[in-house]
């Protein structure tokens, strides 16, 4: 396959034949010209080419489209046809061009669905990961890469409280979409389950949403509380190193790359919101208005775990959200939390009514996204804890998600995984 191949829209049915012409480059751009109003941040490219992987350090932008995958191909080079041609459709779409061009045609479908022409860039990064079905699937190494998972992919344990539902639960490959316009996140991930027509077949998706208080500011969560304050500084590259990007311990697809773990998190707004605010600084640890630590002032104060009342008892409640989750508390454990809160409607029915009588009235909560060096003295070692014994517990429900092994960063010319499939 050539930027030359002359571009055609494969049928449903057609893909595997078809993915070269799919992915011919071409000079029209999206992002030409924003819309009246757009800000003026929504022009810049985040780089797709490099040592990592967009989407993981990246600034976080204010809206997630992710997409879980089951793979249907049979064939290896099926697999590998599908990851070239999301590859150059990404780097495409991330830089504010349509996924793929081809001659105006009114007898065929369109080489890009258009949704977002004329929308900028909005800053869209795409961040492909692997799950553990690419490697072994119902005891079948489908694809000759059994040998190939890393040590540290273990599969998630299933944690005290967990009621994760089937269908928006695993998958073999992912994409996380981020971009500070929905559309243009949504967008993105439509063109590449255009592109997977008869390779993959979508298996779950979560959208997010994360409000902008403006430069410096942390975001509060649905539950009104400041979210991501003791985050690792993605600006410090050796933080980075030590938390976040796998290295020379890891096989050498995934070096500069990052495990994923991804959460769908319900939380039971209508009990929290019935809460007295005091009540719910003891659950988190923090001060609600402020995100200060219990009994500090500012938001970056340090937590001080040991401080205690006038009675001699703890400030900060030893089943604390923040104490169970810190590194202190953790023998030094740390994760990069990506999380964006969602609102996909109500759950109560008519049948069902009045809601109030109902454990939740909404389908909302937190989509927990962590990356990490090491799942198992990351998430895992954290997590097991907290879901035993966090206050927290008794308003959140987990109900699906994943992980995933996100390889490390695509050179230009190279596809996703490249190195994984050329090691097998």
């Not at 449903?12 to 751009?29: D, E, H, I, W």
């Not at 999206?30 to 490099?50: C, I, L, M, R």
């Not at 977002?116 to 990064?125: I, Y």
Request: charged share 20%; hydrophobic share 35%.
């Amino acid at each position: 396959m050539t930027e030359s191949d002359n571009p055609a829209q494969p049928s449903r049915r057609r893909f595997l034949g078809a993915t070269g012409s799919l992915v011919a480059l071409g000079s029209t751009s999206y992002g030409s010209a924003a819309p009246t109003g757009t800000p003026k941040h929504n022009d810049q490219v985040e780089p797709f080419w490099g040592p990592h992987q967009a989407g993981i350090v990246t600034p976080a932008q204010r809206s997630t489209y992710f997409a879980a995958f089951d793979l249907a191909a049979t064939k290896r080079a099926d697999v590998i046809a599908m990851l070239k041609a999301w590859t150059n459709a990404a780097a495409r779409l991330t830089a504010g061009k349509p996924a793929a061009t081809a001659e105006a045609s009114a007898d065929m479908p369109g080489a890009d669905t258009a949704d977002t022409m004329g929308l900028p860039p909005s800053r869209l990064t795409v961040t492909f990961g692997f799950g553990p079905g690419l490697f072994v699937k119902d005891g079948k190494d489908r694809y000759g890469l059994a040998a190939q998972r890393p040590e540290a992919f273990v599969d998630l344990p299933r944690f005290v409280g967990d009621q994760l539902v089937a269908t928006h639960t695993g998958g073999d490959v992912s994409v996380q979409a981020c971009a500070d316009d929905p559309q243009v996140a949504f967008h993105a991930v439509r063109q590449l389950g255009r592109l997977s027509y008869d390779a993959a077949d979508l298996r779950w998706t979560q959208t997010g949403f994360m409000p902008d208080f403006g430069p410096g500011e942390r975001p509060r969560n649905l539950m009104g509380f400041k979210d991501g304050t003791n985050n690792p500084s993605i600006t410090d590259a050796a933080a980075m190193d030590k938390v976040v990007w796998v290295g020379s311990e890891g096989p050498d697809w995934m070096r500069g790359g990052s495990y994923l773990v991804a959460r769908r998190i319900r939380i039971a707004l209508e009990h929290w919101d019935r809460m007295k605010v005091g009540f719910q600084e003891q659950t988190v640890g923090r001060h609600k208005y402020s995100g200060a630590p219990l009994g500090r002032t500012n938001e970056k104060d340090a937590l001080d775990l040991d401080a205690k009342d006038e009675d001699g008892n703890l400030l900060t409640p030893e089943n604390a959200h923040v104490r169970l989750a810190t590194a202190t508390t953790n023998d030094g454990a740390q994760i990069l939390r990506r999380p964006y809160s969602y609102n996909d409607g109500t759950n109560f029915t008519a049948e069902r009514w009045p809601p109030w009588r109902q454990a939740n009235e909404y389908d909302a909560g937190l989509f927990f996204m962590c990356y990490q060096r090491d799942p198992r003295t990351g998430f895992i070692k954290i997590f097991e804890n907290m879901s035993k014994f966090d206050m927290m517990n008794q308003f959140v429900t987990h109900v699906g998600g994943g992980m995933f092994a996100c390889p490390g960063g695509i050179a230009s010319g190279e596809y996703v995984g490249q190195r994984l499939f050329e090691t097998a």
